[in-house]
């Protein structure tokens, strides 16, 4: 059992006892039944059958174990999760429900959600997932903000009408790459384009034909016509990941009619370019079109850094550019309602900083993708699976690091340092000469 207790109120999270067998079937019953078909009695009976029968499912395939667990608030049922655990290393939660009565109350969800999690380590899960109809909305943005991520949707799969998401969790997962010496700038001709030639011959292989010399000669004449803003004379923008100087990374956009900007091609020469890359790209390009899409072949890990940052898949074209490889469309929009949200990679100690409130002040370089910045914007900070959303406060501007340091409190930039000295150090080496040149900006953040 797992108790949570605040003042007078008590959370308990235990497994399901043979008594609770109406309280399940009732709860699925009447909150299952606007986004699913079927008999709900039924399944809950099903389920719970196999809950207290040693948590084995004689008609299951895949289900190794299943456990349905009560929540309870001083003593009174508040809400279940049914969790699954499959012989593929994953663990599936069908359902979690909150009664309506505790609906945004004490926690419950949330309680829920950690045992699952806490659950799922246990039984040695790589993945925890779920799926949630689209039209709850409260769910499904509840298990966002929670990090899982969006691995699809289905058009009206268990009732007419209503569309039906697939999320789902990576669990122990391994250290996230570190993006801190990689920068994003525009394309330079004088400085880029043999090491861009190079690159984009080298990564881009047989699953595109035609990517030759000739083609990369067009490449770079589109980029000439890029002053024009004609979407007719196919103008390119060419955007340059690097790392110790050298060209590690390509992104090539090509606006289109309609306001969607192509992505073609995208190459990076590691997980943590790609990742850097698609990280900031809607940035880049916020002001350019309503929507990125890009064309791929991709490895695992890259659908997984794609579903990371919210882009969804839009088609699978099978022979579309070679015979012998199907290329998949990915898309995220750029219209974002509300108050727009920035995403931004931070190490992970400045991140469990800002988030425990130790650091206030985050410092970054002045790249045009930080001069964009504006106060009262919210950034999402990221730091591998984990996120955290802050709100800029203000904004300042220095030449050098020495003259922050010397008007900002260094304890909020660096909170693991000795001393100011320390500070500097830490920041030069993150931050060379070369890069410090371009303005040092403090982002003062609150929570």
Known sequence: MHRYKKSSV????RKAKTGDVDFVSHLMTETLGPFYDGDHR???????????????????????????????????PAGIIHLVVKKQGTVKIS???????????????????????????????????CTVAAQNQATF?????KGFHLAGKAQAHYKLGIDECMLYKPLNQSAAPDLSGISIVPFDEKKHTAATRRLILSQVGSDFNGVDDTWMDALFASYQRRESRDVNAKYKLIFIAEQDRKVVGVVVATPKKGQPIKIMPLVAKSEAVFEALVTHLPQLLA????????????????????QRHGWTIEGMFPGGYAPNSVVQQWGISLNKKGVPMRKMRIKKPYFDGIMSGRKTLEVRIGYNSIKRLKEGQLLQLENGHA?????????????????????????????????????????????????????????????
């Not at 008590?10 to 999270?13: A, G, K, L, N, R």
């Not at 500070?423 to 609150?446: D, S």
Request: with cysteine; proline share 5%; aromatic share 10%.
């Open 42 to 76: 039924a399944h809950a009976r099903r389920i719970f059958t196999a809950h207290i029968n040693d948590n084995v499912d004689s008609v299951g395939q895949f289900s190794l174990l299943q456990y349905i667990f009560i929540a309870e608030v001083n003593h009174h």
């Open 287 to 306: 002001g350019d079109g309503h929507k990125l899409y890009v064309h791929l072949v991709p490895e695992p890990w890259q659908v997984a850094c794609l």
């Open 95 to 129: 359902p979690l429900i909150v009664a309506p009565e505790y609906s945004g109350k004490f926690g419950i969800g949330s309680k829920l959600l950690r045992h699952a999690e806490d659950f799922a380590r246990k039984h040695h899960a790589r993945q925890l997932y």
């Open 387 to 447: 996120s955290g959303v802050v709100r800029i406060k203000s904004i300042r501007i220095y030449s050098k690091f020495a003259d922050m340091l010397a008007a900002e409190p260094w304890r909020q930039i660096v909170p693991q340092a000795k001393s100011q000295e320390e500070a500097l150090r830490l920041l030069h080496k993150v931050y060379p000469p070369h890069k410090e040149r371009l303005g040092v900006h403090v982002i003062e953040i609150e929570k």
């Open 141 to 145: 943005k509840f298990l966002l903000r």
């Open 10 to 13: 008590t959370v308990d999270i």
